[in-house]
Structure formats: structure tokens, C-alpha cells
Nanobody, 120 residues
């Protein structure tokens, strides 16, 4: 069974940087899209950034210009370079991989999450 494993979270001061990593244990997902999501206490999980198998990236407005997503979807590896961190970036960050299994259906894989805490 494929599992996604995140690492790189931690405590950092505002203005600092962190780099998150995600890798699949076992075989690759061969994802069509991989993404980072985050969930702050009391809030819904939100999309932070995504990367398609064609190399197209997409970012939430709140992180544009500060975060950079990279990786290889074919190998189920994903990274998130986070610069100029703000206290409002504090959340649990989740790695997601989505593989299309039919014209209308994607199979989703999730990691267990990694905590990012930004102090003011």
C-alpha cells in the first residue's frame, strides 16, 4: 500500500524559511497532480500549491511570491520551499497525490501531515 510521508516541518520565526518534503513509501503513485494543503486550528483544509505531471503550478493567493512548489509527480516526490513565513502560515501541512483512474474519477492519497509553526 502506498503511503505519502511528509517531513521538514518545525518552529520558525516570522520572516524565516522552511522546506517541506514529501515522498511515497512503497511504489510510486504515478500521480497526475500533487499538491500541498494546510489546515489551521478551527479552519477548513485549504489548497496551498499544486503541481501537475506536465509541470504546471498553481498557488493560493496568500502564498504567491513566497512559496515555491517543485517535485516529480512520476516519482511521487514533492517539495515546498516556504520563504518569508508569517504567523498566519501556521498549520498542519499535508501532501496529496491524485491519480486519474477514469474520466471522472481520481484516487487520492494523503500524508499524515507535518506541523509548521511560525512565531511572531
Amino acid at each position: 500500500q502506498v503511503q505519502l510521508v511528509e517531513s521538514g516541518g518545525g518552529l520558525v520565526q516570522a520572516g524565516g524559511s522552511l522546506r517541506l518534503s514529501c515522498a511515497a513509501s512503497g511504489s510510486s503513485v504515478s500521480a497526475n497532480v500533487m499538491a500541498w494543503y494546510r489546515q489551521a486550528p478551527g479552519k477548513q483544509r485549504e489548497l496551498v500549491a499544486s503541481l501537475t505531471s506536465e509541470g504546471k503550478t498553481n498557488y493560493a493567493d496568500s502564498v504567491k511570491g513566497r512559496f515555491t512548489i517543485s517535485g516529480e509527480t512520476a516519482k511521487s516526490t514533492l517539495y515546498l520551499q516556504m520563504n518569508s513565513l508569517k504567523p498566519e502560515d501556521t498549520a498542519v501541512y499535508y501532501c496529496n497525490a491524485a491519480r486519474q483512474i477514469s474520466s471522472m474519477t481520481f484516487r487520492n492519497y494523503w500524508g499524515q501531515g507535518t506541523q509548521v509553526t511560525v512565531s511572531s
